[in-house]
C-alpha cells in the first residue's frame, strides 16, 4: 500500500509569501493529484502530473518520479489561498490514496 | 460548464432514518465514486462504479448502499444512520480507470454535508 506524506502539517505565511507544500510517496505511480478544500467545503482538483512540471495561474506543481516526491507551489500568497492542499495519488487502481493535508493560513 | 452536482449541500436525518445523497454529472465520465469524509481526515473510499459495475470497497459498512441508473447519475444510500455516520459525502468522477500510460483526472463535486441527530 502506498504511504503519502505531506508537510508541513500547518502553515501561517503573510500575504505575497511564497509557499511550498511538499509531498512524498513510498510506491511508484502512474499520477498524483493535487487537491484543494476549503472549510467545509467540497474538493477542487488544482493538478494532475504524472512528470515535470505544471502551471496554473500562481500555482505551480512539480514532480519528480525518480525520487516519488512532489511540491506544491504558491507564489504571491493571498488570504483566499487559505484551504487545506491535499496530495493524493493513483497508481495502476481506481483508488486514490490520500495524504492527510497541509492546512495553509495566508494572513494580510 | 461540465460538472458534478451534489444535492443537497446539507442534510440533517434522524438517527436510523433513511437518507439518500444524491451527485450528478455532465461530464460522461465511465467512473463515479463516493468518498466519506470525517472532520481533519482524509477522505474515505465507500465504493465506485465503473460503468454499471459496482465495486464495494472491503470495510465499507453494509449500511451504506448505492445505486447508478445511468451515466449521469449515482446515489448514495444509507439505510440507517448512527451518530459516526455524520460526516462530508463527496461525490467524484473520473473518465476512465486510473492506471498504465492513461491516466485520468478527477472532478470532484463540492460535497453534502451530513449531520445526523
Known amino acids: 500500500k502506498n504511504e503519502v506524506e505531506q508537510s508541513p502539517q500547518n502553515l501561517t505565511a503573510q500575504e505575497g509569501e511564497f509557499i511550498t507544500i511538499n509531498c512524498s510517496y513510498s510506491v511508484g505511480i502512474s499520477a498524483l493529484h493535487w487537491l484543494q478544500q476549503h472549510p467545509g467545503g467540497g474538493i477542487v482538483s488544482l493538478f494532475m502530473?504524472?512528470?515535470g512540471k505544471k502551471k496554473h495561474g500562481r500555482l505551480i506543481a512539480t514532480i519528480n518520479i525518480q525520487e516519488k516526491h512532489s511540491s506544491l507551489h504558491i507564489t504571491a500568497s493571498h488570504p483566499r489561498d487559505s484551504a487545506v492542499y491535499i496530495c493524493a495519488v493513483g497508481g495502476g487502481s481506481e483508488k486514490l490514496v490520500f495524504g492527510k493535508g497541509t492546512k495553509l493560513t495566508v494572513n494580510p | 460548464d461540465a460538472m458534478v452536482i451534489q444535492n443537497p449541500r446539507y442534510q440533517v436525518t434522524q438517527f436510523g432514518k433513511p437518507v439518500t445523497l444524491s451527485c450528478s454529472q455532465t461530464l460522461n465520465h465511465n467512473v463515479m465514486y463516493w468518498y466519506q469524509q470525517k472532520s481533519s481526515q482524509a477522505p474515505k473510499l465507500l465504493f465506485h462504479?465503473?460503468?454499471?459495475?459496482?465495486?464495494n470497497e472491503a470495510d465499507t459498512p453494509d449500511n451504506f448502499q448505492s445505486r447508478r441508473p445511468n451515466t449521469s447519475f449515482c446515489f448514495l444510500d444509507i439505510r440507517s444512520p448512527g451518530l459516526g455516520d455524520a460526516a462530508m459525502y463527496l461525490c467524484?468522477?473520473?473518465?476512465?480507470?486510473?492506471?498504465?500510460?492513461?491516466?485520468?483526472?478527477?472532478?470532484f463535486g463540492s460535497g453534502t454535508r451530513l449531520t445526523v441527530v
Open positions: 462504479y465503473y460503468d454499471k459495475d459496482f465495486n
Open positions: 467524484a468522477t473520473s473518465r476512465d480507470r486510473v492506471g498504465g500510460a492513461r491516466n485520468y483526472g478527477y472532478t
Open positions: 502530473l504524472s512528470s
